[in-house]
């Protein structure tokens, strides 16, 4: 017989200063019942959780129960679109982490999947400030060298058709990225390079789209 997921939403505050802001997350499954619960970080930054949201699923299939989250700046926790690139550091969003699973009482006991830039935070976080109750960390599409990244990423624009990275350049010389024809230049390499599934997911064009509502992270960082 099949089960029906248990789902719970809500934000915790995150005070940074004297400011206070909310990021907002969703429980499937229950976190009493005494499985290790498993804390999904998104990417970008600033790629807000929904294409990790098929993995929900192994609170069903393995009773996990998993958490996902939008990181502040993006998604459904606090936007903020006035702070300067300074105010945007790998620190924040470690403190962000922390703050989440202190908040949800799982702090003694838990495993992270991260992807992408979420597995940058969460290796980094392990790394330096070493959470007493993180089990296993799972790391997904993550760079091991940002400089070899970048290559890799120059190296695939290089490979596309002579025009469309001619509109990529151009706009990124010029700073000009909110133009439509380097939206429709970047949308085609996501196709190439990203998602070659026609059409896209459901959860991967939402978190894209959610993402252009408030690019401020993915821009500053």
Request: glycine residues 10%.
């Amino acid at each position: 017989c099949s089960r029906t997921m248990a789902e719970t939403s809500g934000s915790v505050d995150f005070i940074v200063g004297d400011e206070t802001y909310q990021t907002w997350y969703k429980v499937f499954g229950d976190l009493k019942s005494g499985s290790r619960p498993l804390v999904l970080i998104h990417g970008g930054p600033g790629i807000p959780h929904d294409y990790l949201l098929p993995h929900a699923s192994l609170s069903e299939t393995h009773s996990i129960p998993v958490i996902c989250y939008d990181q502040v700046g993006c998604g459904w926790s606090t936007r903020l679109p006035d702070k300067p690139k300074e105010f945007w550091k790998e620190e924040l969003f470690m403190d962000e982490l922390e703050n989440l699973v202190a908040c949800l009482g799982i702090a003694n006991d838990f495993d992270v999947l991260g992807h992408s830039w979420g597995g940058m935070l969460a290796t980094k976080w392990a790394s330096t400030r070493r959470p007493k109750g993180l089990g296993r960390i799972v790391i997904v599409g993550t760079p091991a060298s940002i400089d070899l990244g970048d290559k890799s990423v120059a190296m695939l624009i290089e490979g596309l058709p002579d025009a469309t990275r001619a509109v990529i350049k151009k706009h990124l010389e010029a700073g000009t990225t909110e133009e439509p024809e380097f939206k429709a230049a970047v949308q085609y390499y996501f196709s190439q390079h990203i998602c070659r599934l026609d059409p896209w997911p459901e959860h991967f064009a939402k978190s894209l789209e959610r993402m252009g509502e408030d690019p401020t992270v993915s821009k500053a960082m």
